[in-house]
């Protein structure tokens, strides 16, 4: 993995670019949506102590009651311990946070690179319109349990896609990514359990004698990780609902449920300007529909079982939020941030489907500016971070709005840098290359409108 990396970086001025983006992405860490609670979560494993969570409540078993998951609290005190016990320990925290985007642009650089590739225009405009488009960006530097999923959900999609014969090495590593992600927040099982089972059936394979040994062996490691990431989730369940089975999260009786399967607010989820994934992310339906034709399109039956699986998830996850009670998640939330993980399928089969567009073709140039369109209108939101909006005609007065007041505010100057350092950099990257000017412009002005966000927030550190 790390060597098909290397080999698509190689031009200076391609690792000098990665370099500035991810100086500026560990620069301005802040903290995500109930940051604080995870943190609980870790002082309580440091101390050994359930009694250091902060609650008004107490459980069935005499416990301070808490009904965020263990997963990121467990990983920050992690960080704390491996960065010898630094002060405050807030700061190991933003650390994790910040490693996980990080793994999570390298994969996602993989990814792009394998569903287009050696097309460098295409795989930086994928990787701006992530940034912008979808969730990807804010909880890139916001950092909770949706970062700290990012990383090791893109990473399980570079393994299980990887075109190696598979070994029992890498069945470690894919069960130890899909076991983080479900440690991070359970409802990602989601994603991980087909991914799992895809990985399963290619481990079992070989090109020469496998054994009936090898092969349990190499199931063993797929799926003890993700056994190992359900135990402290158990423990937790039994300690907050008396049942070791029953998840916080699912909670009433009789004229209440938090979790209600039987009438779920699916277009609410889609479209609600309250939170509604389609008004602050349009990106993600250009993604689904792309997603529906790689899954139509594909050359190969495994590659369509690998499509199908990830657009199984993601209804299925889309299910699961709309029977959601508060499926918005609260007041300190951008977008629908409980799909951001869908950012690891959409994207790549966005890019996918423009890969298999002719050069120069109006399908094409229609696709690129309808997803243009799309980051630029999310882009807008980015910059003003936490926002709520009841009705349509709020949303768009307020984009209109903040749009006119944006060439006289502080912003504009970050915008003009990044655009200008970044449109010089890519020229250094592309040249002696053929450039598609079709793709080449809209790939320079996303990827300039993520610098210059980077820099905007570095500059407000």
Known sequence: MWRELSRFTSNRWAIAFGILVGVLLVASPSKGPDFDFYLDWSFATLSGDIFDLRAGLLSPLGVPLSQWSVGPGLLFAVSWIALGGIRPEGAAAMAAGAFSSLVFWASLLLLLRRAVGNDKGLVLFGLSAAFLGTHAGFYSLNHASESMSLGPGALMIVLLTSRRPWNALQCLWMGASAGLLVLVRVDYIIYAAPALLLAAVRASRSRGDLGQSQRALRLGLLALPLALAMLPMIAVNRWMTGNPLRSPYVFGDGGFRSLDWTSPEMLAVVGNPHHGLIPYHPLYGLGFLALVWCVWRAPSREERLLWAAGLGSVVAHLYLQASW?????????????????????????????????????????????????????????????????????????????????????????????????????????????????????????????????????????
Request: glycine content about 4%.
């Open 325 to 461: 009670y508060a499926w918005w998640l609260g007041p300190l939330t951008f977008g629908m941030r409980a799909l951001s993980l869908a950012t690891i399928v959409a994207v790549p089969a966005l890019a996918r489907s423009l890969a298999q567009t002719s050069p120069g073709s109006a399908a094409r140039r229609l696709w690129l500016l309808a997803s243009t369109l799309a980051c630029i209108w999310s882009t807008l939101l980015l910059l003003q971070k936490y926002t709520h909006f009841y009705a349509w005609a709020d949303l768009w007065h307020r984009q209109v709005t903040f749009a006119r007041a944006l060439p006289h505010s502080t912003e504009a100057i970050s915008l003009v840098a990044g655009l200008a350092c970044t449109a010089v950099l890519v020229a250094l990257m592309m040249r002696g290359r053929k450039r598609e000017w079709a793709l080449l412009s809209p790939a320079v002005l996303l990827s300039g409108l993520s610098v210059s966000y980077l820099l905007s927030r570095a500059c407000r550190r």
